[in-house]
């Protein structure tokens, strides 16, 4: 199976910089995934990475290091709308066969931005 | 960019009923989709695989009698939630991608109450 690990809870700043970290241990790796999803919701695509380094959308980042199984994302200049959960997932291919990957989500970091 | 739509977003049914739930992509085929359940302040878990064609493939410990899931064409997969009792109220969330390498992406999400 797969085991996702991120923080519970964050609280940040508005104008901020916040990384919510994330780890997991998997074989099969087929990429990862982070989303954004307020309450009652769902949720929305934020970044994808599948290969070792940072890639950068405008206001938000995401790192991943294959090796280490830890990707990070990145808020920089918070704002109060950025308040909501931030959901790590990850694809796994099939072990057997030729089915399709699947996602897993972790448990997901509720981030509360004040003013 | 693509787009997957769900339908009903909010549904009520009484205990005992059964509720369909469509998943379509509107502008990419996709031989696979995938269902998920959230429950409130928890994260998604993914129920089943829903496979164009053949039979949907179910997580452990996912009944396949309570939760139908036919995927007759290549833009709509459904899932049907049989005898509907109180403990099925949740969000249920469908997604989906063009390929296995690319971005997944989630429908709006439907609610289910079970009175």
């Known amino acids: 199976g797969q085991n996702i690990d991120q923080p519970t809870e964050m609280t940040a700043t508005e104008g901020a910089i916040v990384q919510i970290n994330c780890t997991y241990q998997?074989?099969?790796?087929?990429?990862l995934f982070w989303y954004q999803q307020h309450a009652g919701e769902a949720p929305t695509f934020l970044s994808y990475?599948?290969?070792?380094g940072l890639e950068e959308k405008g206001r938000f980042s995401s790192f991943l290091s294959r090796s280490k199984g830890y990707s990070y994302l990145l808020l920089k200049e918070l704002q109060m709308k950025d308040s909501a959960s931030y959901l790590c997932?990850?694809?796994?291919?099939?072990?057997?066969?030729?089915?399709?990957?699947?996602?897993?989500f972790g448990k997901g970091t509720m981030l509360l931005v004040s003013p | 960019g693509a787009v997957v739509s769900q339908h009903p977003s909010r549904v009520i049914c009484k205990s005992g009923t059964s509720v369909k739930i469509e998943c379509r992509s509107l502008?990419?085929?996709?031989?696979?989709m995938f269902w998920y359940r959230q429950f409130p302040k928890q994260s998604l878990m993914l129920m089943a695989t829903?496979?164009?064609?053949?039979?949907?493939?179910?997580e452990q410990g996912v009944e396949k009698d309570k939760f139908l899931i036919n995927h007759a064409s290549l833009t709509l997969s459904t899932l049907t939630v049989t005898s509907a009792h109180p403990e099925d109220s949740s969000f249920y969330i469908c997604?989906?991608?063009?390929?296995?390498?690319?971005?997944?992406?989630f429908g709006e999400g439907s609610r289910l109450t079970v009175l």
């Open positions: 997604s989906a991608g063009e390929d296995d390498a690319g971005e997944l992406f």
């Open positions: 998997t074989s099969g790796f087929n990429g």
């Open positions: 990475n599948v290969l070792d």
């Open positions: 997932a990850v694809r796994v291919r099939p072990s057997i066969g030729s089915g399709y990957s699947t996602l897993t």
């Open positions: 502008d990419f085929q996709a031989t696979t």
């Open positions: 829903s496979n164009e064609g053949s039979k949907a493939t179910y």
